[in-house]
């Protein structure tokens, strides 16, 4: 199983750009889906986005569309989300999470689906 940790949280802010880092440790990294999810204080964890095992394929929730870029380097074991025109709704622990290629699906929205998870990574947007 793979192991994951966050970087690149911090505060910025409405209206501009953050970088997460998700860094994968294992040698399975290319057969995981990858995704992002986010947990605001009060509120269920939310799925963001995810790509595909080759990262050929995105999917992204309907609120970071257009804002948010996912990516991965299957050659460095790296997943990255781009955030950008952050809103201080965006504002959350983001965490990085992983879904094992056995289960036939490279991304699922629910977060119960996730064989790995990150500690997670504060993101704050002042308005």
């Known amino acids: 199983q793979v192991q994951l940790v966050e970087s690149g949280g911090g505060l910025v802010q409405a209206g501009g750009s953050l970088r997460l880092s998700c860094a994968a440790s294992?040698?399975?990294?290319?057969?995981?889906?990858m995704a992002w999810f986010r947990q605001a204080p009060g509120k269920e964890r939310e799925f963001v986005a995810a790509?595909?095992?080759?990262?050929?394929?995105?999917y992204y929730a309907g609120p970071v569309k257009g804002r948010f870029t996912i990516s991965r380097d299957n050659a460095k074991n790296m997943v990255y989300l781009q955030m950008n025109s952050l809103k201080p709704e965006d504002t959350a622990v983001y965490y990085c999470a992983g879904i094992e290629g056995t289960k036939g699906k490279w991304y699922e929205t629910r977060h119960d689906e996730y064989d790995a998870w990150g500690q997670g990574t504060q993101v704050t947007v002042s308005p």
């Open positions: 790509v595909s095992w080759s990262g050929s394929v995105v």
């Open positions: 294992g040698r399975t990294f290319n057969t995981y889906g």
